[in-house]
């Protein structure tokens, strides 16, 4: 590997994360709902984005290659989280558990319900509506059909849709 060429993809990623580096710590943080798992997204990302020399990388291609990363690495731990869910209820549980305020009871908390959603769901449902992407574009960044992505809009918006409307929950600060 040549100087020149070595000097050129560390140019290119010292530049993304200095001008892009909160961005994808957002995006990743909408994906996760956890700062510390968005931190460590961000970092899979970037490993795997620039671990293999790359030549020839403009910043907005650099960019587009650690988002999709990130959604990629997110996606495996949702299946790992799966594994992880079905051997749950085997594992010990706390005796007592603090009652929540009221007020926030009836408060939707999108980020809980977002967690609600399986992986591919959310990821859907946050690159349509957080990263503003078109249904073929995220079929592109995750590797399925463009049926795959409207079916997991449908279920995951329903999902959220049920949600708001539950009997007892608040909607824009006004009771249901």
Known sequence: MGQSARADWESVLATLVAERGD??????????????????????????????????????????????????????????TTRWRATAHLHAAPEQVEAPDAATDR??????????????????????????QKVD????????????????LSDGLAKLATALTEPGREHHGQPR
Do not use: H, M, W
């Not at 809980?112 to 990263?131: H, K, M, N, Q, W």
């Not at 574009?137 to 997991?152: F, M, P």
């Open 107 to 132: 408060r939707l908390d999108l980020r809980t319900e977002l967690r609600s959603l399986s992986p591919r769901e959310r990821a859907c449902v946050v690159l349509r509506f957080y990263g503003d």
């Open 23 to 80: 961005a994808l710590t957002r995006y990743a943080y909408v994906l996760c709902g956890d700062p510390d798992d968005a931190a460590d997204l961000v970092q899979s990302g970037l490993v795997a984005t620039f671990g293999r020399l790359r030549n020839g990388f403009a910043i907005e291609r650099a960019e587009a290659y650690v988002r999709r990363a990130i959604a990629t690495a997110y996606i495996d731990r949702g299946r790992r």
């Open 137 to 152: 574009d995220i079929a592109a960044d995750l590797g399925i059909s463009s049926g795959a992505v409207k079916r997991y």
